[in-house]
Structure formats: C-alpha cells, structure tokens
C-alpha cells in the first residue's frame, strides 16, 4: 500500500508555509491518505482532475502553519516517493487548475531542507 500511496508526494509540496506552529499539521501518514482522491490524476493517463483531489489539497494546504511543518511534510512524502513515475505535466497543472498558490516548485528533485 505504501507504494500506490507514494504516488502522491508531490501534492504535498503545494503547501503554503505561513506562520505559527505544528499543533494542528497532518502527520505523514494523514497527508498520504488525505491526497489518495490525486493519485489516479498524478500517474494515469487517461485521467482527470477531480473536484475530490483539489478538495483534498486544498484541505491539507490549510493544515500546514509554518515552514516547518512544510519541511516535514515535504520530506515525508518525497521519501515515500522514491520509485514513482508521476507525469510531470499533470503536478505541474494540478496547483492552477485547483485555484492553490504555490510557493515551491513541483518538482521531484526539490529541496526540502529550504
């Protein structure tokens, strides 16, 4: 199971880093499971983006209170990503057409450490 979750790293990094503390962040287990409605959209073609998927980011994209918990989140799911095949296109789509700000790149190789 934690190879069909792992599909889903990248949304992760669509978190904003705002502020305060870790008090009410997901943990990694919860984000995974919270972006399970992206999965389909992030590694099959033909598959489309679903009201469910922007619902779910844009969920867990609320959750996240400072750069820290970003950190975190990023890290946990960039190594529960380590043999994915996300089409590159779609993560790169996903944020625009879920109406979320992004402030990181989309990227597999993104730094989570800034």
Do not use: E, F
Not at 15 to 31: E, G, I, K, R, Y
Request: with cysteine; proline share 6%; hydrophobic share 45%.
């Amino acid at each position: 199971m934690v190879g069909r979750l792992s599909t889903l790293w990248i949304v992760g990094l669509l978190l904003v880093a705002s502020a305060t503390s870790h008090a009410n962040a997901a943990s990694c287990p919860q984000a995974i499971t919270m972006l399970l409605p992206c999965q389909d959209y992030l590694v099959n073609l033909p598959a489309k983006l679903t009201v469910l998927c922007c619902q779910a980011a844009s969920k867990l994209n609320s959750m996240v209170h400072s750069k820290a918990d970003l950190k975190d989140l990023c890290v946990c799911l960039k190594q529960a990503a380590a043999s994915l095949h996300v089409i590159a296109d779609r993560a790169k789509s996903l944020p625009g057409q879920c109406h979320i700000q992004v402030p990181v790149p989309l990227d597999p190789n993104v730094d989570c450490s800034q």
